[in-house]
């Protein structure tokens, strides 16, 4: 086993890699980079200066290469590219992001004065408290209802819990998120719940016991909103993974020894059934620290990293894409490699070693 995460280790350095170099080929084919975005900002404003009637063009010594950079001055051109760093070419900038990201230097942000990992510590605690009770709540509700569905398959039961499931399945987090305010927050009927943030105005003046309950009142219509949209898949796996093992042999023979349905379930179905539901655990990691849902955290005016990667992303700040895929990307690598480890600690029989063989 030991060798097999050595290698896996060394795995992820060329992914690490190669999910970078096709992320930086794409960003830098896209349009309206840094550069261009600042220079029609400044065209913007020159032309704006210009007298009606003078032909809204100002004289230049020289072209630009760039969108919005026309009549503007060759030598600001140059420094707006020294100071995003794009007076070098794209191979020599790339192969500085790879040196400075083996130090975990991130640089800093293009539209702020602050560092990649200030940023990121900054928004995470809003992003943690959404993923982690999301999650929390999807599994302590999904796993329970999904063995409850296999074992009273064809049921009212099952029928009725399916067609909820579908619905809220079908119904995208963000209509539900709406449907929310519109019930619970002063939308037309009760205004029970605050409509944004994570925490009141005055949350410092608040006692111990005073901040949880207005924390918990702030988060509940968010984590409500995720809840209700995630749970189907679990749901409908942790049924499908029950069903197809309590049909199997071993658990025929169980019960014909005359074990109880309790016995059998978690003595035997269990264990095995359950191997599918660690599968999807990394995933469900990631999303509990990072991913967050960016809709909902604009609805509800959360500041979280799914609200940053958005903006980045928009206003190809560089530094924050590719800081935030470095991060996301290793730590999902490595939580891939957990999931594998827990495999193996839930059923010994499984060894990843002779399957490379």
């Known amino acids: 086993m030991a060798a097999y995460i050595f290698r896996r280790l060394l795995l992820i350095i060329p992914t690490l890699i190669g999910i970078l170099t096709i992320n930086f080929l794409i960003i830098q084919a896209a349009p309206g980079g840094p550069v261009e975005q600042t220079l029609a900002h400044l065209e913007g404003m020159s032309n704006s200066a210009i007298p009606s009637g003078s032909g809204g063009e100002i004289t230049s010594n020289g072209e630009s290469g760039y969108r919005g950079g026309r009549g503007l001055d060759p030598k600001l051109i140059a420094e707006i590219e020294a100071l995003y760093g794009f ?7 790339y192969l500085q992001m790879l040196g400075n990201y083996l130090t975990f230097d991130f640089g800093k942000s293009f539209y702020s004065d602050k560092t ?25 509700i999904s796993i329970p209802l999904g063995i409850r569905k296999a074992v009273r398959d064809g049921t009212p039961f099952d029928v009725w819990s399916s067609t909820a499931i579908i619905i809220g399945y079908a119904i995208p987090n963000f209509l539900f998120a709406i449907m929310l305010i519109v019930l619970f927050a002063g939308g037309s009927y009760f205004d029970w719940f605050p409509l944004r943030g994570l925490t009141s105005s005055d949350f410092d003046q608040l006692s111990w016991y005073g901040k949880i309950i207005d924390y918990f009142w702030h988060i509940t219509l968010p984590v409500v909103a995720s809840v209700i949209s995630s749970f189907a898949t679990l749901t409908m796996l942790t049924k499908n993974s029950f069903l197809d093992e309590i049909n199997k042999q071993y658990v025929l023979t169980a019960r014909a020894k005359g074990l109880s349905e309790s016995g059998v379930l978690h003595g035997h179905i269990f ?5 599918i539901i660690i599968a999807g655990m990394p995933a469900a990691l990631i999303g509990i620290f990072f991913t967050g849902s960016m809709l909902i955290e604009v609805i509800f005016s959360l500041d979280g990293l799914g609200l940053l990667g958005y903006e980045s992303v928009i206003n190809r700040d560089y530094p924050v894409i590719f800081g935030t895929l470095y991060i996301f990307t290793l730590i999902g690598l490595l939580m891939k490699l957990v999931s594998d480890i827990t495999y193996v600690l839930v059923d010994p029989r ?4 002779s399957r490379e063989h």
């Open 271 to 275: 264990r095995n059934a359950m191997l």
């Open 87 to 93: 007076d070098k070419p794209a191979w020599e900038r």
């Open 350 to 353: 499984i060894d990843f070693e």
């Open 116 to 140: 990649v990992i200030e940023l990121i510590v900054e928004k995470l605690p809003v992003s943690i408290s959404l993923g982690l009770w999301t999650t929390l709540l999807t599994y302590l």
